[in-house]
């Protein structure tokens, strides 16, 4: 039986998620795993998980942060096949480390099926209202504090509030508060937040128009269709039958007769800016709010509104734009590289110059949002606050873009939020495991000045991060964490044996003259007629153990690597150590490392305008402590 709402404080929940996007959801069914007593409250439980710009789940080093959410017990990946309408597999010309799966989802269905997971949590209970300020004691988070004036009381508290703290809409020179179109926006918290000396800036989103599909001449854009062979995001061959559909056989109206979901999948279609359009835009750029200067916050470099593009991209005569359905029961669709916040008439008139879109009717208009975010340098690694001892932050307030890095990040508090409320010591994930540890090192120990978002590049050790490799990875950390069933751990462990048995295998037995069965792999022949048993392998197990024999050379330079830096990730930093008097360290260096706080020596190596004397430095003076 669930917890009545409205524990008190002397019986708290051992977990509160405020916010229920992608972080939220992710942070409390992490924190439910893991045994904790959880409260998700939202102000509006009709978006949990919205969708609010792309209805769209992966992409490139995305897709890879979905499958390791996955291999960490994570929901996403099974809620984004479950609402898929069209997959794609990306990058398929490069190498496997770099191929990333993405899928175009129903936005209502990802939704639904989000919030029926966490209606149907043991462990979680629901809640609608806005949050308007943490309770605190003597330096700590007890609890929050909604408009209604009701209060409620937990040992950790996690702030996932996406865009809606201080959140401004902006559409040309009308201007409304809301972190999205329709929807509310957050006040107390930040002032909350600045009383507790928390830094707070702003960052700026945007999204383009939505428009109905009946007005649109796909006839004159080019299609794209999905994959024949999907690339799914979740690992079902490790996952016992029962764990597959279970919203669908534990729903209350299991029963009911539902019409088959998806009979096939739905494409996509492309077209361009034009000449015209770029010199309509450059006209009107006086009303755009952005030009104008009352946009302040710094918008992301790698999703620009189509102002940004004109004017940054001045030599170009067009830009693609994909246009994406937003489910299957809506003729809604949406123009993804359209993103801008000039007034709505303008938004009309350039659509009227862009070839299949000349009679289109836009349902929902294009705007932007700006939005205070706390800079997560602030942070730990176990993503709780350097200035509030219980208090954890997740998802964009934390600087960074995009469903799937609020989702990873929601995944991490969850589980180190519920340890905290156990006394439990709080696990890390090194940037040598994934992505997910090269987004969190990021953040705390670089921070960002612009919205974050992952790309393969931003991982030093990325030929270790094959997106089908993201359970074998995360093993240790599933061994000691309750994340999966023992059922589905013990699948993981069978595999990894398996593949192991094979490598070593395929490196010892000579076949042919003096060449092993890797050697054959390495020259691309001679395996089935050598060894007909390895085609009976579950292709997941036979295409890792591929991987790793023709990349084995490239794989044991990056093991190397790791290698030589464990020794200072060995090397920790005390709590209480103070940075602002020691001696021989730079004052800029002093001042970095005083206010992030590196964990360890290998941390502090990578904090922006630390060098290498100032590490040497430390290292003799860790040796002493």
Not at 287 to 298: A, E, F, N
Not at 302 to 311: A, H, L, M, R, T
Not at 314 to 323: A, F, P, Q
Not at 491 to 505: A, G, L
């Amino acid at each position: 039986m669930k917890s009545s709402i409205g524990e008190t404080k002397d019986f708290p929940y051992d977990v509160i998620v405020c916010g229920a996007g992608h972080a939220g959801c992710e942070a409390a069914l992490a924190a439910a795993r893991m045994g904790s007593k959880v409260l998700i409250i939202t102000g509006n439980l009709d978006t949990i998980a919205q969708m609010s710009c792309n209805p769209a789940i992966g992409g490139q080093a995305k897709g890879q942060i979905v499958r390791e959410i996955d291999a960490l017990g994570g929901e996403m990946g099974l809620n984004a096949d479950a609402a898929a309408i069209q997959y794609k597999l990306l990058n398929t010309s490069k190498g496997p480390a770099v191929q990333a799966p993405r899928a175009q989802c129903d936005k209502k269905a990802y939704q639904l099926r989000m919030k029926h997971i966490i209606e149907l949590s043991e462990n979680i209970s629901m809640f609608q209202a806005l949050v308007d300020g943490l309770v605190l004691e003597k330096g700590k988070c007890t609890g929050i504090k909604t408009t209604m004036g009701i209060y409620f009381y937990g040992k950790s508290t996690i702030v996932t509030t996406g865009t809606f703290l201080q959140a401004l809409m902006h559409i040309g020179n009308q201007k409304s508060e809301g972190g999205r179109l329709g929807d509310h926006v957050a006040k107390g918290l930040s002032g909350d937040f600045k009383r507790c000396g928390i830094e707070l800036s702003r960052f700026k989103t945007g999204t383009p128009p939505r428009l109905l599909g009946s007005s649109i001449d796909f006839g004159s854009m080019e299609e794209q269709k999905g994959d024949k062979d999907p690339t799914k995001f979740a690992f079902y061959d490790t996952r016992p039958d029962e764990e597959t559909f279970h919203v669908e056989r534990k729903a209350r109206w299991f029963h009911v007769e539902r019409k088959p979901f998806m009979p096939s999948q739905v494409s996509c279609f492309t077209t361009n800016t034009t000449k015209d359009v770029h010199e309509l835009i450059r006209t009107n750029l006086d009303q755009s709010p952005l030009y104008q200067g009352d946009i302040k916050g710094t918008g992301p470099r790698y999703c620009p509104s189509i102002e940004d593009k004109v004017v940054k991209f001045e030599n170009k005569d067009s830009h693609k734009l994909h246009l994406e359905p937003e489910g299957l029961d809506t003729d809604e669709w949406y123009v993804n590289g359209l993103s801008t916040s000039l007034p709505f008439e303008i938004q009309c008139e350039i659509l009227k110059k862009i070839p299949g879109l000349e009679n289109a009717k836009i349902i929902r208009p294009a705007y932007a949002v700006e939005y205070d975010y706390a800079p997560a340098t602030q942070l730990q690694n176990s993503l709780e606050s350097n200035k509030v001892e219980n208090l954890f932050f997740a998802g964009q307030i934390n600087g960074t873009s995009g469903y799937e890095e609020a989702a990873a990040q929601g995944l991490v508090a969850g589980i180190n939020a519920s340890n905290k409320s156990k006394g439990v010591s709080s696990i890390s994930f090194g940037r040598d495991e994934g992505y997910i540890g090269v987004l969190i090192d990021d953040l705390v120990t670089k921070g960002t000045t612009e919205p974050y978002r992952m790309f393969t590049s931003r991982a030093e050790y990325r030929l270790l991060f094959n997106h089908a490799s993201s359970e074998l990875r995360y093993l240790d950390t599933l061994r000691k964490t309750p994340l999966i069933s023992a059922k589905r751990l013990s699948k993981i462990e069978e595999k990894n044996t398996e593949i192991d048995k094979w490598i070593k295998k395929a490196n010892k037995e000579k076949v042919e003259k003096n060449d092993t069965f890797a050697d054959l792999i390495r020259k691309g022949r001679g395996v089935d007629q050598h060894f007909p048993e390895f085609n009976s392998l579950q292709a997941s197990v036979r295409e890792e153990i591929l991987y790793r024999i023709k990349y084995d050379g490239y794989l044991l330079r990056e093991l190397r690597n790791i290698e030589k830096m464990k020794d200072s990730e060995k090397i920790l930093i005390p709590d209480n150590f103070d940075f602002l008097t020691v001696k021989g360290l730079r004052r800029e260096s002093s001042e970095k490392l005083d206010r992030i706080k590196p964990q360890t020596l290998a941390q502090a190596s990578r904090v922006s305008g630390v060098n290498p004397a100032d590490i040497s430095v430390l290292m003799v003076l860790l040796g002493r402590v």
